[in-house]
Each structure stands twice: as structure tokens, then as C-alpha cells.
């Protein structure tokens, strides 16, 4: 069969060397000057490939539509990754948490060992063209309109084009206006893995101050922090690990988790709670502020917590907590104290949304995979037409997982085309 697939990533890429070893004869079209311009960029420029950790735990990082992915995953998981990508001549090594990187450190690696399976496969890469529409007739893809060329031999048709992240690296959207052209549903797309936007801080006897004021934050990074988010007082989701704060909010590995758990829920209730100290009961950070206090009782209060805070917090956390810069130690009451610790454990800001989905690292939402099969990725409404990858609705946590998913249903598609 003639088989054209569109978008080199991952899913494309692994859609290609599939239906290629399967006898098919397969062309790939890429708009792009080059194949994998976003796996380049991917874990630093380190590429994290995939993750080896047991079926069930990586299920349990998929976030949206687990079981879609089960007969994809469960065909090909992070094993066969593996030993494609050696059987291309990239080393890979497993880092802390079953993450998966080449041992060079280097992405290039990863898509130099595509490039070596693509080329031995036979599979036709044609770059620096664009797919611009697909025209059906009886649910069937008859044609592929390209900026250069029209094709009309087309037996099966793998949309690979990726969601809508960092559109630089040619992810800008094509596929899913391919999937509603053909009749398909797309669930709107938000940004996931992403940083966010915070409104303001609380303080002490319900006072806010906007967050554009706290010009000190920026840049500082914690470490060890439990991070929560809370709607009415109700703790709704919670992480623990590290983070930063940006220009316009917070960012780092525990945000980018929590920005995927609530992409999609109204932020106007919503608040994010750091708890700076979660090692300590309040009780245990009062007797601790307590000591360090009684060697610093002719100081400010302002030059008494360098032992506590790294200095970019000292200034926001003073404004939090209500109490005099300049006061001394000697004169904090029982309660000014007590508010300190408060801050400490529950330090509180207003969520304005997520980062711009362009900024995102995965993209949500995208092609209904009620209308897709998982055992093929074939289109339940178009009879020769797959979907593959960060085109379809689902989406995982950080660690490997999302490329993993894009290499699965990818394969999958290829090697079902019937
Ligand atoms: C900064 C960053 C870091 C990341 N790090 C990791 C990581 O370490 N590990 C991990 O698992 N995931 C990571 N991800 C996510 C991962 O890169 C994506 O989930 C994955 O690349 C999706 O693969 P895909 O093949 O579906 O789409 P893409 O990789 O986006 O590929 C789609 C391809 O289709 C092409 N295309 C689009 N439209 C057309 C058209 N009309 N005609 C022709 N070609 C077209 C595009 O040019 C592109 O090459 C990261 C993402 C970002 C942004």
C-alpha cells in the first residue's frame, strides 16, 4: 500500500519505520528543513526518551485518557523504544526515576539514530513541505494537497502533526483543522506542563498585595517545598519537590505537574499554597523560630531570618506575615510570631491561569479519541485515516512519557494499516 505519513516527530517517525517493515511504500512530508525539530529541543537538549518504569506506573502518569493508550503502550512501551533507538547506534542510559536519555546527553543522538532507521527502512522523507489539506470523498482520503504537490495515490494517511506548543519547532495546529475537515471532533486544546500565572499574595488579617510588586521573587528557586493547590479551603491537589518563581508566577517540576492536574477548572477560586517548611509541624517551626530569635533580639526583624529563607523570599514573606521590617526581636509578640509560621506553612496566592499555550511543554486536548480505535489509531469515521501522537487527546506527566506515547500510537498506527 502507498502510505503517507505527515509530521517527523516522534509519531511520525516511528509511524513510518513501522508501515515501512510492515512491505508498505511510505512517504513522510515535513514542512520542516529537518526531522525532530521539537525531540531537539526536548529534556534540555537532552532528549528524556522514555521512561522504563512498569506498565502500571506509566499509565499512572498519563493524565488524560490512560486507557486509550493501553494496547499501544502494552505493543510497544519503553523495551521496544529501547532497542529501536540502539539498533540505530545511539547508546541510552536510565537516570534517577526510570528516565531514559541517550548516553551522550545529547538529543541529536536520538534523532541521528531515526534518521539511520528511517533511511534503512526506505522510507521517503520529504522535507520543507507543508501538508496544507486533505480532500475526502465517501470517507475516504483521496487526496493530499501539498504546498509543492497534489497526491493521489493515497491508500492510508497517518496525521502526525503534533499539538500546539513552541509552533517554532512546527507544531502550530495543522492537524487538528486536518481531523475537523474530516468530519472529526477536537477537544479544545489548553496548555499543560506549563508554568503559572499568579494574581496576588495573601497576607496576614486578609490583606492582598499584587503579585507584580514582589519584583524580589523572580528567579528564586526552592527546593524540598510542598506545593498545593486548594479551592475554599479544600486542598485539591498537592506536590512535593521543587520550584520557581518566574516574572508572572511560578514554575519548575512541581508546578508543571499541577498545571496539567487543573487546566482546565476555573482558576477564579482557585489558590496555590507553599508550604516552605514541610519537614516541621508548626509547632516544631515555632520552637525553631524561637531559637533562632533568642540569638537575634537586638536585630530587626527584617535581619533576623537569613538562617530560615533564602534572601529573595525575606521581603515577601516579612510583607505576608505583617510584621514590622524594623521592629526588633525583642519586642514580636506571641502572635506576630504565630502569623510568621502561618505564612511559612501556608503561604497563599491567587491563580490567575496557566502560561500561553505556546510556551507549554504538551499541548491537552486535540483529535476525540472516541473516534479513534486504539488498537490501529485508525479513524472510526475516515476508513484510511490514522492519528497519531500530541494530536490526539491525551497527554502525560513529565519523565518520558509523552514522547513514549508519541513513539506508541505512532507504531501502532504504522504497523495496522490495513
Ligand atoms: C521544551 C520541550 C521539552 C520537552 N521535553 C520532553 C522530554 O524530555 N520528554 C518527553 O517525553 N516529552 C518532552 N516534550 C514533549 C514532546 O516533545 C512531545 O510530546 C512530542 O514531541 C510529540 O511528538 P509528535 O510526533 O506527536 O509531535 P511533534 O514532535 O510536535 O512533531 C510534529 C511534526 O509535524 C510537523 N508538521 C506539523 N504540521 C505539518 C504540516 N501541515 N505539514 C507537514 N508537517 C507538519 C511539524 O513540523 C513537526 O515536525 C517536550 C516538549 C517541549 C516543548
Redesign the pocket.
Same mark, same amino acid.
Given at each position: 500500500m502507498k502510505v503517507y505519513v505527515?509530521? *517527523?516527530?516522534? *509519531?511520525?517517525i516511528a509511524a513510518s519505520i513501522a508501515a515501512s517493515r510492515k512491505g508498505h511504500s511510505v512517504t513522510l &512530508? /515535513? %514542512? @520542516?528543513e529537518k526531522i525532530? !525539530? !521539537? &525531540?531537539y529541543?526536548? #529534556?534540555k537538549g537532552r532528549?528524556?526518551l522514555t521512561n522504563a518504569c512498569s506498565f502500571d506506573e506509566f499509565i499512572s502518569n498519563v493524565v488524560t485518557n490512560p486507557k486509550f493508550l493501553y494496547s499501544a503502550l502494552r505493543n510497544f512501551g519503553a523495551a521496544e523504544t529501547m532497542s529501536l533507538v540502539e539498533s540505530g547506534g545511539t547508546e541510552l542510559k536510565i537516570e534517577r526515576g526510570n528516565r531514559v536519555f541517550p548516553s551522550s546527553d545529547k538529543s541529536s543522538d536520538i534523532i541521528k539514530a531515526f534518521s539511520k532507521l528511517l533511511n534503512q527502512s526506505g522510507v521517503e522523507v520529504r522535507l520543507n /513541505? %507543508? +501538508?496544507l489539506s486533505l480532500n475526502s470523498s465517501d470517507n475516504k482520503i483521496i487526496e493530499i494537497v501539498t504546498d509543492k504537490h497534489s497526491y493521489t495515490d493515497c491508500d492510508a494517511v497517518i496525521v502526525?502533526? #503534533?499539538?500546539m506548543?513552541?509552533p517554532s519547532?512546527?507544531? $502550530?495546529g $495543522?492537524?487538528y483543522r486536518f481531523a475537523e475537515e474530516t468530519g472529526h471532533t477536537v477537544v479544545p486544546v489548553v496548555a499543560a506542563l506549563t508554568g503559572l500565572r499568579l494574581s496576588n499574595m495573601y497576607g496576614s488579617g486578609g490583606k492582598t498585595f499584587s503579585f507584580g510588586n514582589l519584583s524580589r521573587l523572580r528567579g528564586v528557586s526552592l527546593k524540598n517545598v510542598r506545593v498545593s493547590v486548594v479551592r475554599n479551603g479544600k486542598m485539591l491537589f498537592e506536590e512535593f519537590g521543587e520550584m520557581i518563581f518566574t516574572d508572572r508566577g511560578v514554575s519548575g517540576p512541581v508546578i508543571l505537574t499541577l498545571s496539567s492536574k487543573i487546566n482546565r477548572m476555573d482558576f477564579t477560586s482557585l489558590k496555590l499554597q507553599i508550604d516552605l517548611k514541610p519537614a516541621l509541624s508548626e509547632e516544631e517551626l515555632n520552637s525553631r523560630i524561637l531559637r533562632d530569635f533568642s540569638v537575634t533580639l537586638n536585630k530587626d526583624f527584617k535581619n533576623s531570618l537569613d538562617a530560615l529563607l533564602p534572601s529573595g523570599l525575606i521581603p515577601s514573606v516579612i510583607t505576608a506575615c505583617g510584621i514590622k521590617p524594623d521592629k526588633k526581636i525583642n519586642s514580636v509578640t506571641k502572635e506576630e510570631r504565630f502569623s510568621l509560621v502561618k505564612t511559612l506553612k501556608n503561604w497563599t496566592f491567587g491563580i490567575e491561569g496557566c502560561e500561553e499555550l505556546s510556551g507549554a =511543554? +504538551?499541548t491537552a486536548g486535540g483529535v476525540s479519541v472516541k473516534e479513534v480505535n486504539p488498537a490501529d489509531m485508525r479513524s472510526k469515521l475516515v476508513e484510511n485515516l490514522y492519528f *497519531?501522537? /500530541? =494530536?490526539l487527546d491525551v497527554d502525560a506527566f513529565?519523565g518520558?512519557? @509523552?514522547?513514549?506515547i *508519541?513513539l506508541s500510537t505512532?507504531y501502532c498506527a504504522g504497523s495496522n494499516i490495513k
Open positions: 505527515i509530521g *517527523a516527530g516522534p *509519531a511520525g &512530508l /515535513e %514542512k @520542516n525532530g !525539530k !521539537k &525531540l529541543i526536548t #529534556g532528549c528524556n /513541505e %507543508k +501538508v502526525a502533526t #503534533g499539538g506548543s513552541y519547532t512546527g507544531s $502550530d $495543522d492537524g =511543554v +504538551v *497519531a501522537g /500530541e =494530536v513529565t518520558g512519557f @509523552n514522547i513514549q *508519541a505512532g
